[in-house]
């Protein structure tokens, strides 16, 4: 797997179909999530505040997104039409990827990582 020091290198490094929809997924993040940082995990685009929000990945039919298990769970109903797995989902790169929805499931996880360092306290 090739290391990358930042998401412009990770997203630069994608064909160019896909660097759309990521540079796509990267703005409605850092839309809603603003004082998140950006970081690569594991190989992947990551947001962080107080520990890791969600990843996000160009995988070879689809956009990997990865919000942890409980940011599935809590839009079971509105995944629906994905592949999900226990921590990931899958959006194919032939249909409209969901981005208020990739949003809302960062929002989400930023209220969760919030919660728990305030229960910390």
Not at 43 to 59: E, K
Request: cysteine-free; glycine content about 4%.
């Amino acid at each position: 797997m090739k290391e990358y020091t930042n998401v412009d290198a990770y997203i630069q490094d994608q064909p160019s179909e896909k660097q759309y929809l990521l540079k796509e997924i990267r703005k409605h993040l850092l839309k809603v999530v603003p004082d998140a940082t950006e970081a690569i995990k594991y190989g992947m685009p990551t947001l962080v505040l107080h520990g890791n929000l969600v990843h996000y990945a160009a995988q070879k039919n689809h956009i990997g997104y990865y919000p942890a298990p409980s940011g599935i769970t809590a839009f079971k109903n509105e995944l629906q039409p994905y592949h999900t797995s226990k921590g990931a989902i899958q959006f194919p790169i032939d249909q409209p990827i969901p981005y208020d929805l990739i949003a809302k499931i960062a929002i989400f996880r930023k209220e969760e990582n919030l919660n728990k360092m305030a229960s910390k306290n």
